[in-house]
C-alpha cells in the first residue's frame, strides 16, 4: 500500500530554517504530484506548496520567497526547505501524493504529518 512518511520537523526559533522531508513507497513516485499542507491548531487545513511530475511549483503567497519544494525520484522523496520561519508557521505539515498538481486537498494519499514549532 502507499505510504507516505514525513520528518525533519521540530522547535526552531523566528528567522530560522528547517527542512522537511517526505519519503514514499507503493507508488510510481515519479509519476504524480506532490504536496505540501499545513494545519494549525483550531484552523483548517491549509496548502503550502506542490510539485508536479516535471518539477513546476506552486506555492501559497504566506510562504512564497521563504519555503522552497523539491523532489528527489530516485529516492522517492519530497522535501520542503522552510527559510525565515515565524511564528505563524507553526503547526503540523502534511505531504500529499496526487495525479494531479492541484492547491485544494484533492490528493489521493497523506502522510501522518510532522510538527514544527516556531517560537518567537
Known amino acids: 500500500q502507499v505510504q507516505l512518511v514525513e520528518s525533519g520537523g521540530g522547535l526552531v526559533q523566528a528567522g530560522g530554517s528547517l527542512r522537511l522531508s517526505c519519503a514514499a513507497s507503493g507508488l510510481t513516485f515519479g509519476s504524480y504530484a506532490m504536496g505540501w499542507f499545513r494545519q494549525a491548531p483550531g484552523k483548517e487545513r491549509e496548502f503550502v506548496a506542490t510539485i508536479s511530475r516535471i518539477r513546476v511549483t506552486y506555492y501559497s503567497d504566506s510562504v512564497k520567497g521563504r519555503f522552497t519544494i523539491s523532489r528527489d525520484n530516485a529516492k522517492n522523496t519530497v522535501y520542503l526547505q522552510m527559510n525565515s520561519l515565524k511564528p505563524e508557521d507553526t503547526a503540523v505539515y502534511y505531504c500529499?501524493?496526487?495525479?494531479?498538481?492541484?492547491?485544494?486537498?484533492?490528493?489521493?494519499?497523506w502522510g501522518q504529518g510532522t510538527q514544527v514549532t516556531v517560537s518567537s
Open positions: 500529499a501524493s496526487g495525479s494531479r498538481v492541484v492547491t485544494t486537498s484533492a490528493y489521493d494519499y
